[in-house]
C-alpha cells in the first residue's frame, strides 16, 4: 500500500507560480510511475503531467506544457509540480498519483492506470 499526501497548493493571482509537493510512503518509490491530475468544480479529473520510474523521462498535457514541469526526488521520495505563469482555468483541486504498472505515455495519461492516490491540494488563480 502506497500513502500519498499533497501540499503547496493555494491563492495566487494570474500570472504567480506555485510549486506542488507529493510526499509517498513507498519503500520503493523509484519503483513507481508518477502523475498529476486536476479536477474543477462539475468536470471529470485531468491528466496535468506524469514522471516515469526510471530516466525521469516526462509527459504533460498541451494546456499546461511549457508552464508546468513535474519532477522527483527519489532519495527523499517526493515528486513535486512546479506550475508558472498561472492561469484562472488552472484553478482546481491538484491531485498526485502512483503507479507500479508499466505502460507507453499514452497508458500513464489515464487517471485508470493509477492504483494510487493522494487526497488532493487546493490551487486557485485569480485573475
Known amino acids: 500500500q502506497v500513502q500519498l499526501v499533497e501540499s503547496g497548493g493555494g491563492l495566487v493571482q494570474s500570472g504567480g507560480s506555485l510549486r506542488l509537493s507529493c510526499a509517498a510512503s513507498?519503500?520503493?518509490?523509484?519503483?513507481?510511475?508518477m502523475g498529476w491530475f486536476r479536477q474543477a468544480p462539475g468536470t471529470e479529473r485531468e491528466f496535468v503531467a506524469t514522471i516515469n520510474w526510471s530516466r525521469g523521462s516526462t509527459n504533460y498535457a498541451e494546456s499546461v506544457k511549457g508552464r508546468f514541469t513535474i519532477s522527483r526526488d527519489n532519495a527523499k521520495n517526493t515528486e513535486y509540480l512546479q506550475m508558472n505563469n498561472l492561469k484562472p482555468e488552472d484553478t482546481a483541486v491538484y491531485y498526485c498519483a502512483a503507479t507500479n504498472r508499466r505502460g507507453a505515455w499514452e497508458y500513464l495519461r489515464l487517471k485508470g492506470s493509477y492504483d494510487y492516490w493522494g487526497q488532493g491540494t487546493q490551487v486557485s488563480v485569480s485573475s
Open positions: 513507498a519503500r520503493t518509490f523509484s519503483g513507481y510511475a
